[in-house]
């Protein structure tokens, strides 16, 4: 089967050179990015480690969280504890930005006072218990992991974007672009190769002619 060579291409010397600065390029951005990929690669699965860590981390810290949550409400009662939650400023004080990992934009979760006091939970202390504290506590504690794996799950989702569009742009290169490239080359040399002869041969029949 002939390889494919690219369409509209004219045999002559200067196309040719073209081609090979073409080749070469090809073939450096093909490695450039087969390195790329690979570091990608890496990156990914050592974020989607930490990931996991991460996300057992949370369900750990809610499971204990809501387990306080059924003691505290057996201990002061399901109206006082509504009372106190109802009390509680619903506010936090999050920051989105970005950082550059291989060359890919993810997002940094900053934040600030979500563990908080006593008194700055809003909540009476004459009505309330020390494991009602636990609780709340437990539950700040909580909303810090799930930020964190809100990041690093985002990180991971755009780290597999970027790793699935490089790997395309490497096949890409490997089975198309650089193939033809070369085949076309290698066209053009043979039509060269072949244009040199002919031209020898007709060279050669005006010289014997004007010789007879």
């Not at 504290?133 to 690093?152: M, Q, Y």
């Not at 597999?160 to 198309?176: C, Y």
């Amino acid at each position: 089967m002939a390889e494919e060579i690219l369409e509209g291409v004219n045999p002559t010397r200067m196309e040719l050179l073209k081609l090979k600065d073409r080749v070469n390029l090809a073939t450096k951005g093909h490695k450039l990015l087969k390195e790329k990929r690979d570091a990608l690669i890496m990156e990914f699965f050592s974020i989607l480690d930490r990931a996991k860590g991460v996300r057992e981390k949370v369900e750990e810290k809610l499971g204990e969280s809501f387990n306080d949550l059924l003691i505290t409400e057996s201990v002061m009662g399901d109206f006082a504890v509504k009372k106190a939650a109802l009390s509680v400023q619903e506010s936090l004080d999050i920051d989105v930005d970005t950082r550059n990992v291989m060359g890919v934009t993810v997002p940094v979760i900053e934040y600030e006072n979500i563990k908080k006091n006593m008194l700055q939970r809003g909540y009476g202390l004459v009505d309330s218990s020390a494991k009602l504290d636990e609780t709340a506590k437990g539950f700040e504690e909580a909303i810090e992991l799930i930020l964190e794996l809100c990041e690093v799950e985002m990180t991971v989702k755009l780290l597999a974007g970027e790793i699935e569009s490089t790997k395309r742009r490497v096949n890409a290169l490997e089975h198309n672009i650089i193939p033809k490239l070369e085949a076309t080359v290698k066209y053009i040399e043979m039509r060269l190769e072949e244009m040199e002869r002919e031209n020898f041969v007709r060279l050669k029949i005006i010289k014997q002619t004007m010789e007879e």
